[in-house]
Nanobody, 122 residues
């Protein structure tokens, strides 16, 4: 069982920045992948960004150019830098992991954290 724990988040004003962090309890498999997802009230959970099993980064169109995903050398810590924040970025942000993933489909990720809230005010 893989444990995933997020931290960071909080409140920011429009145009501001935040950073999210996520630690997974294991990352020894070369195909291990991690990603960020978000869910606003009354909406479905959507993919935000991920580092896929082939090592490539993928972003949702809505965050391209504003959010940056990064991973440390040990591959068990994932970051999401949120810049140029907009009120529509307000959501619960979840980190997820799996041993094989090739896109931002939440169904491909089986290990999830509890989520961290991001609130952007205008």
């Amino acid at each position: 069982q893989v444990q995933v724990v997020e931290s960071g988040g909080g409140s920011a004003q429009t145009g501001g920045s935040l950073r999210l962090s996520c630690v997974a309890s294991t990352s020894t498999a070369s195909s291990f992948c991690m990603g960020w997802f978000r869910q606003a009230p009354g909406k479905e959970r959507d993919g935000v960004a991920a580092i896929l099993s082939n090592g490539s980064n993928i972003y949702a169109d809505s965050v391209k150019g504003r959010f940056t995903i990064a991973q440390d050398n040990a591959k068990n810590t994932l970051y999401l830098h949120l810049d140029s924040l907009k009120p529509e970025d307000t959501a619960m942000y979840y980190c997820a992991a799996d041993f094989w993933c090739m896109d931002l489909d939440p169904s491909e990720y089986h290990y999830w954290g509890q989520g961290t809230q991001v609130t952007v005010s205008s």
